[in-house]
């Protein structure tokens, strides 16, 4: 499905307190051009809806097995579904199947209109403190249809918010601009060889975003944010050369953001590897 009215979301978290200001609700958008290494959400990094396979939930009860010799469905000594990925033929079947939703489906579509009925639900707690609704991901301006839902979003009165990495179309992001009270704009690094490595792009784009938006927007509440990544950007040089940078922006704050590997598990539930294990396993020592 793809059409003028919808969003592709896999999550909308209710009652934040750490994604713009006052109480809020965020909606997950999936796709994301970037492939941090360090990436907490790896299932927003995909477009479209994907399989997850939460072991845990799997109580063995090989319904799934329906599939098993042709989809790549197995079983292990302890009677839990093996899920070969790359041979996930017939993923949507085996999510209909699966009575605990141990095997479900990230991600879905939904209207511009329901997504808004969702986010004014709680519009009573968003009167105070200037609360609303945050788009995340992702990279929430993959989706064209994100700019429909901000602009109408600001005609329904509420206060808007978005988390982007930047790396995104210039149009999009400054005619998201005007309908956005709040922007968190991530610059991770500003060496545009090291950026690549651990991201998969260059940071020169971001940082010309990052610039054409300030020079569009005078005055626009814009927060820059860095993870700071042991073994990429934690190093007094290399926060000093975004704080240089960052200083043609007197206007701007900048937040620096603590590691943490709470996404870690996600990854074997999407059947991937996490890309910094053998640093995690340095940094724990």
């Given at each position: 499905m793809a059409d003028t009215d919808h969003l592709r979301i896999f999550n909308v978290q209710k009652y934040s307190l750490h994604d713009g200001s006052g109480i809020r609700t965020v909606v997950f958008l999936k796709g994301c051009p970037l492939r941090c290494k360090w990436c907490s959400n790896p299932e927003s990094q995909q477009e479209?809806?994907?399989l997850i396979y939460r072991r845990a939930k799997c109580i063995g009860c090989e319904k799934c097995g329906l599939c098993k010799g042709k989809s790549g469905i197995s079983f292990d000594a302890e009677g839990k579904a093996r899920v070969e990925?790359?041979?996930?033929?017939?993923?949507?079947?085996?999510?209909?199947?699966?009575?605990?939703?141990?095997?479900?489906i990230e991600g879905r579509y939904i209207s511009i209109a329901d997504l808004l009925e969702i986010v004014e639900r709680d519009s009573f707690f968003y009167?105070?403190?200037?609360?609303?609704?945050?788009?995340?991901?992702?990279?929430?301006?993959?989706?064209?249809?994100?700019?429909?839902?901000?602009?109408?979003?600001?005609?329904?009165?509420?206060?808007?918010a978005i988390e982007t990495c930047g790396a995104v179309n210039r149009e999009r992001l400054l005619t998201a601009a005007q309908?956005?009270?709040?922007?968190?704009?991530?610059?991770?690094?500003?060496?545009?060889?090291?950026h690549r490595l651990y991201t998969g792009v260059t940071s020169k784009p971001i940082r010309e975003n990052l610039k054409a938006l300030y020079e569009a927007y005078p005055g626009k509440n814009i927060t820059v944010r860095t993870p700071v990544i042991p073994g990429f950007n934690d190093t007094e040089r290399e926060?000093?050369?975004?704080?240089k940078f960052l200083s043609e922006f007197p206007?701007?704050?900048?937040?620096?953001?603590?590691?943490?590997?709470?996404?870690?598990?996600?990854?074997?539930?999407?059947?991937?590897?996490?890309?910094?294990?053998?640093?995690?396993?340095?940094?724990?020592?």
């Open positions: 479209e809806p994907e990925f790359d041979a996930a033929e017939e993923k949507l079947e085996w999510t209909k199947i699966c009575p605990t939703e141990a095997l479900s009167r105070s403190g200037n609360g609303g609704v945050t788009v995340s991901g992702g990279e929430p301006l993959m989706q064209e249809n994100t700019v429909k839902f901000l602009k109408i979003a600001k005609e329904h009165y509420l206060n808007t309908y956005l009270d709040q922007i968190f704009f991530d610059i991770k690094s500003v060496d545009d060889g090291k926060l000093r050369a975004i704080e206007d701007i704050k900048w937040e620096k953001m603590k590691y943490h590997t709470y996404g870690v598990g996600k990854y074997e539930m999407l059947g991937r590897s996490y890309p910094l294990a053998n640093m995690e396993l340095r940094a724990a020592e």
